[in-house]
């Protein structure tokens, strides 16, 4: 190869870039690069929405939240769901200053949601995050028990499914055991859903507010953990209403 413009380029990595600030840029990246591959927090068997993808994870002063750090020109989305040290987390935070690289925070999922849209009858399922951020402590009295009238947080990836997740749908979290061993469901109806308050960059997720409210052993299913369960499609003629 003649010695010329185009081979200067090649020896330093500028082919394709215009100018030195590019030039620089990608010679940050690559330094970035080799030092993030030698770092002790490099999980190079993780994924990201089920596609292999490597990160450098590191610990917060919350052990169920860490730090992630993509590689340079790799991809970072708020609501993303990353495999990592055997669990599932959610992506709640990304740095809008991603030049080199993204950057942000995630929770480790602590509950896989299952809920079913409208009158379908197909299962979905979601991980997210179920926070106990409790606004009160009282119990409240319904017509056959007392519940807690506690209210929590649950943070889900925002999709074309878990949209429909509006004020008074009912969701399961839990099995639950009486004194003679019978099942029920830890239930809980949402009183408001959020897509935007802690929405910002690429991405999106989806909070919630839920209230406990009562198992119903005619309408929901603890085989399936499914509040309201539709066990098959309504006719055409059947009429419905309320909420999703």
Partial sequence: MSFSIDYVRNIQG?????????????????????????????????????????????????????????FPDDSLNIGDIIDCFGQKWIVTD?????????SGKMYQC????????????????????FDSGVFSTTTKETQTMQIGDLQFNLVLPYDTYT???QRDKRLATEVLYKPDNTQTLRCFKVTSGDSVGGSFGSGKILKLKLREDEYNSQRDSVANMVCDYNATTPSADAVGGGWV
């Fill in 14 to 70: 500028a082919n394709g870039l215009t100018n030195t600030k590019q030039v620089l840029a990608e010679e940050a990246k690559s330094r970035i690069e080799l030092d993030m591959l030698e770092s002790i927090n490099c999980q190079y068997d993780s994924k990201r929405n089920d596609v292999s993808q490597k990160f450098v994870i590191s610990d917060t002063d919350l052990k169920y939240c860490k730090n992630i750090l993509a």
């Fill in 163 to 165: 949209r429909t997740l």
């Fill in 94 to 102: 990304v740095s809008a200053d991603n030049t080199v690289q993204c």
């Fill in 110 to 129: 602590n509950l896989a949601l299952k809920f079913q849209v409208g009158t379908g009858t197909t299962i979905y399922t979601r991980y997210g995050y």
